[in-house]
C-alpha cells in the first residue's frame, strides 16, 4: 500500500513538474511571436503644437511689447526602430524617428525701422527608448522617453525705403536637443501590420533667454514588422 501511495505521489509530482514546463515554454512561445518582438519601418501623420517663451522687444511705437511664436502645422513622420516582448510581457525597444514640417516664422518690429525675424521648423529628428506591456498578445501600452533636435532662426533686417533689407552679422542659427517625454498605444493586425497612436510632450530648449520649441506632437503611424 505504501509502494503505491509513494508511486502516485511521484506521479502526481511529475505531471505537475511537466505542466509548469509545459506552461512556462507556452508563454516563452507565446512573447517570442509576438509581433511587437520585430524591427519595423513605417510612416505617419499628426500634428505639431509648439511654440517660444515670450519674446520681449523694443516695438517701433517705443513700447516694451512681448510675443512668442506659435508653430501649429501638419506634420509627417518617418519611424525606424527594433523591440523585444519578453516572458513577462513586457516590451523594450528603441526608435529613430523624423517628423517632417514646414518652416513657421514670426515678426517683431523695431524702434528704428528696424525688425526681427523669428523661424522654426524643418526636419525634427527624436531618437526614443520605448518601454511598454502587451495585452493579449496583439496590443502594445507603451511610453517614450528621448530626445529630439530641434532648430530656431533668429535674423535681424532694417528697412532702406520701402524693402526690408538684412543686417550683416545678425543672423543666429542654432539646432539642439531637447528632452522628449510621451505615451502610446499600438494595434498588431497581423504579423506583418501594425497601426500607432501616441503623443509626445517636447521640453524645448533655451536661445537668447527664451525657451523654444515646448508644446505637443501627436500622430498615427502605419509600420511594417519584420520578425528577428
Known amino acids: ?56 522687444y523694443l516695438s517701433k511705437d517705443g513700447k516694451i511689447e512681448k510675443d512668442s511664436l506659435k508653430a501649429n502645422r501638419f506634420i509627417g513622420s518617418f519611424v525606424l526602430g527594433a523591440g523585444k516582448v519578453f516572458s513577462n ?26 525688425k526681427i525675424e523669428g523661424k522654426v521648423g524643418g526636419y525634427i529628428p527624436q531618437l526614443n527608448l520605448r518601454l511598454g506591456y502587451v495585452f493579449k498578445n496583439d496590443v502594445l501600452a507603451y511610453a517614450k522617453l ?24 545678425s543672423k543666429d542659427s542654432k539646432t539642439k536637443a531637447s528632452f522628449v517625454l510621451g505615451l502610446g ?4 493586425f497581423c504579423k506583418k501590420f501594425s497601426a500607432a497612436v ?16 515646448k508644446g505637443w506632437n501627436v500622430r498615427a503611424l502605419v509600420k511594417y514588422n519584420v520578425k528577428y
Request: glycine share 12%.
Open 185 to 188: 498605444a499600438e494595434k498588431a
Open 198 to 213: 501616441e503623443a509626445d510632450y517636447n521640453f524645448g530648449w533655451k536661445l537668447g533667454g527664451v525657451r523654444w520649441n
Open 1 to 56: 500500500m505504501k509502494k503505491v501511495m509513494l508511486s502516485a505521489a511521484v506521479c502526481a509530482m511529475a505531471f505537475t513538474a511537466n505542466a509548469d514546463v509545459a506552461e512556462e515554454v507556452e508563454v516563452i512561445e507565446t512573447a517570442q511571436a509576438s509581433a511587437f518582438s520585430s524591427i519595423y519601418a513605417g510612416l505617419g501623420i499628426g500634428g505639431s503644437f509648439l511654440k517660444s517663451g515670450d519674446v520681449k
Open 146 to 169: 528621448g530626445c529630439a533636435w530641434t532648430k530656431v532662426s533668429l535674423n535681424g533686417f532694417e528697412k532702406k525705403g520701402n524693402d526690408w533689407v538684412e543686417v550683416p552679422g
Open 89 to 114: 510581457n513586457v516590451y523594450v525597444g528603441g526608435e529613430f524617428l523624423m517628423d517632417f514640417t514646414k518652416n513657421k516664422k514670426s515678426e517683431w518690429e523695431l524702434l528704428g525701422n528696424e
